[in-house]
T-cell receptor, first 113, second 114 residues
């Protein structure tokens, strides 16, 4: 069935360094890839997304890249800050059927001051 | 705009008891989702409504879980009887019925089954 793999499961970086989280999806029909940030005890919040008609999207310190051939997409956070510490989830959505999201298992990012 | 509202925030029950969760989506959002998020895992879709009809309930354990969305607005998710493995956060999300399909999440209900 449809599957999204996410790595690493935990990531610790020094403040100011960059962080990269990678996801791989199985459904080649997937065309929308959102990234959610979830702080402890809070709701998942959309931080950036990308559609299959572009290869890269950037919003200030956050960027996402997509490689459709490899079925692989990544989240890049530059100049990390302590407030970036959270769990990050990637997801893939396919236009076939119900447009449901398949989520990755999450990455716990810790930014060390 | 107001976000997705869920209640209660926390619930503790004993196994074999029943429990219900409530969700009020963002006004105008035709699609509503219930997810189960077990500690350390990503959200897993349980059921998806479009207006008041079910479009996907393939991963809903129908022997014990039920959900409804009467009138196409609020929704309730029920578990009867609960098992230990149902301990999780139950997230509700909603989206517009458009090509963007961006999902907005509620804060969730944390269920502990003892």
């Amino acid at each position: 069935g449809e599957n999204v793999e996410q790595h690493p499961s935990t990531l610790s970086v020094q403040e100011g360094d960059s962080a990269v989280i990678k996801c791989t999806y199985s459904d080649s029909a997937s065309n929308y890839f959102p990234w959610y940030k979830q702080e402890l005890g809070k709701r998942p919040q959309l931080i950036i997304d990308i559609r299959s008609n572009v290869g890269e999207k950037k919003d200030q310190r956050i960027a996402v890249t997509l490689n459709k051939t490899a079925k692989h997409f990544s989240l890049h956070i530059t100049e990390t800050q302590p407030e970036d510490s959270a769990v990050y989830f990637c997801a893939a959505s396919s236009p076939s059927g119900t447009y449901k999201y398949i989520f990755g298992t999450g990455t716990r990012l810790k930014v060390l001051a | 705009e107001a976000g997705v509202a869920q209640s209660p925030r926390y619930k503790i029950i004993e196994k074999r008891q029943s429990v219900a969760f409530w969700c009020n989506p963002i006004s105008g959002h035709a699609t509503l989702y219930w997810y189960q998020q077990i500690l350390g895992q990503g959200p897993k879709l349980l059921i998806q409504f479009q207006n008041n009809g079910v479009v996907d309930d393939s991963q809903l354990p129908k022997d014990r879980f039920s959900a409804e969305r009467l009138k196409g607005v609020d929704s309730t998710l029920k578990i009867q009887p609960a098992k230990l493995e149902d301990s999780a956060v139950y997230l509700c999300a909603s989206s517009l019925l458009d090509y963007l399909n961006i999902q907005y999440f509620g804060a969730g209900t944390r269920l502990s089954v003892l």
